[in-house]
């Protein structure tokens, strides 16, 4: 089998032949069908999640078929076409589990107690030809390869019927922006919505917030081909930053000289948060999903905090309950109401991964999606 792996930040990916381990106790084989590119591969891949030990496999948008399962694994079975998510399903018992937050179980493998530690790369199930054991840069399983183990925690079978690169594009790209405005902000009709970066996250956001009957739904970004493409997934208004003199103006005329009641941050970076803070009108709340490297903190006017009554939180994978949200969308999708198919920019086959790490780098595309 072959992986496409980094072996120096900032450089292309070689694709070479590695060998896998068999899946151990409640593992399972994937043999991968599809994978996104995502923005957290690109920070990945030029170091800037910090250090990780090289080389690495990275890809985490993962879709494809049960080839082998480990003992004790009662949750798929060889054939079965699945989702791999970042985030578990919970053991069902500990305090996050029995008050409805499996995706902060207190039995994850995997500790979420600081960004340093949400970021850390960890050994997987892959060796190259020279012995030495791969990282992963997803915690859970590598998708820049042909096959990859998970634990069955984190896979969820879905419909035969569900066509497989589309499935892929669910457990990241779609999830992160449409659970925070569902799953964490629980966004009412006719609220007003702003979304900053309207790429494969905060395009999800904006047909969350369009389901969700907010509006205004405003979506800010730099380019017009991606506000254009906003607008079909459902926003109201768009605003250029790079064309109007002041977007936060812009922002607080389009909401009735109120600011919105949220704002949805999908881009990393510190004066973007700020930007966003100040978009928002009393008692509105602030969801910040981007993320890059360390960011510093960000230099919050606590009267704006303190004085409108407004709330900053996180929303960390769209509060994902994998068996629970990757069904429900599966079922908006096939109903008409999820745009999936408008998400993809152009598929590549695996040999060209560089080229579309490369074409997602320029800020091109949506979501480009690598075939198997
Ligand atoms: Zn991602
Ligand atoms: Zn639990």
């Known amino acids: 089998m072959r992986a496409a792996i980094c072996y120096e930040f900032g450089k292309p990916l070689l694709i070479e032949e590695v060998t896998i381990e068999p899946p151990g106790s409640g593992e399972v084989k994937i043999r991968i069908a599809a994978v996104g590119i995502c923005h957290s591969d690109l920070h990945f891949l030029k170091g800037e999640h910090g250090p990780a030990p090289l080389p690495a496999v990275g890809g985490h948008e993962v879709a494809g078929y049960v080839e082998e399962v480990g003992e004790g694994v009662t949750a798929v079975q060889p054939g079965d076409p699945v989702v791999a998510c970042l985030v ?43 012995g030495v054991r ?9 998708g820049f390869a042909e096959y990859t183990i998970v634990n069955e925690d984190y896979l969820v079978k879905i419909d035969r019927d569900m066509p497989i690169d589309l499935a892929s594009l669910l457990s990241c790209a779609v999830i992160s922006g449409y659970g925070a405005v569902v799953n964490r902000a629980k966004v009412p009709v006719s609220s007003s919505v702003v979304v900053i970066g309207t790429g494969g996250v905060g395009l999800n956001a904006i047909q969350a917030a369009s389901i969700s009957g907010a509006y205004p739904v405003i979506a800010v ?4 081909s991606k506000l254009e493409a906003a607008r079909a997934f459902g926003a109201t208004h768009t605003v250029n930053t790079r064309k109007v003199s002041d977007p936060i103006e812009a922002v ?8 919105a009641d949220y704002v949805f941050v999908s881009v990393a970076g510190v ?15 602030i969801v910040f999903i981007g993320h890059s490297k360390k960011e510093p903190l960000t230099p919050f006017d606590s009267t704006d905090v303190i004085g409108g009554e407004r709330m900053i939180t996180g929303s960390a994978m769209g509060a994902l309950r994998p068996r629970i949200d990757i069904p429900r969308l599966i079922e908006l999708y096939k109903g008409g109401r999820l745009k999936l198919d408008e998400l993809v920019t152009a598929r590549y086959p695996f040999d060209q ?8 780098e320029r800020g091109e595309a949506l979501r480009n999606v690598i075939i198997f």
């Open 88 to 130: 578990g399903s919970g053991c069902g018992r500990c305090y996050y589990c029995t008050i409805g937050l499996p995706n902060f179980c207190e039995k994850r493998r995997i500790k979420r107690t600081s960004t340093k530690e949400f970021l850390l790369a960890g050994p997987g199930h892959l060796i190259n030809k020279d």
């Open 134 to 142: 791969l990282t992963q840069h997803a915690p859970t399983f590598a």
């Open 221 to 224: 970004d730099v380019l017009d």
């Open 252 to 259: 607080i005329n389009m909401t009735y000289g109120r600011g």
């Open 271 to 285: 004066e973007v948060k700020y930007q966003g803070l100040k978009m928002s009108g009393p008692r509105g709340m």
């Open 353 to 360: 991964i560089n080229e579309a790490i490369a074409s997602s």
